[in-house]
């Protein structure tokens, strides 16, 4: 079971950009799919992004495409999301999570991720 602990969020202007990481531990972290989560106040929790453990399958919200990547360094267990031209109605609490199936299924439903960090704020103002 990995563990996994975000970093990178804050405030930014709407157009602006932030990178997220997340940090996992544990020797396992190649074997997982990771991605990302977010939840907007008052809102559902929705899937942002996701990438297999070799890194070249890559799922995206309609929503994110075009504007945001997600990536990842095996050799040194993290995890990213570049958010670039940043909206207002990005602004959520964004989640990193593991899963030891695939990135389909993580993208799928929430119940197939293993893992989850504690989340950081993204504040996008307009």
């Known amino acids: 079971q990995v563990q996994l602990a975000e970093s990178g969020g804050g405030l930014a202007q709407a157009g602006g950009s932030l990178r997220l990481s997340c940090a996992a531990s544990?020797?396992?972290?190649?074997?997982?799919?990771m991605g990302w989560f977010r939840q907007a106040p008052g809102k559902e929790r929705e899937f942002v992004a996701a990438?297999?453990?070799?890194?070249?399958?890559?799922y995206y919200v309609d929503s994110v495409k075009g504007r945001f990547t997600i990536s990842r360094d095996n050799a040194k267990n993290t995890v990213y999301l570049q958010m670039n031209s940043l909206k207002a109605e990005d602004t959520a609490v964004y989640y990193c999570v593991g899963s030891r199936g695939t990135a389909a299924q993580i993208m799928g439903n929430a119940r197939n991720v293993d893992a989850w960090g504690q989340g950081t704020l993204v504040t996008v103002s307009s």
């Open positions: 990438i297999s453990w070799s890194g070249d399958i890559i």
């Open positions: 544990g020797r396992t972290f190649s074997a997982y799919a």
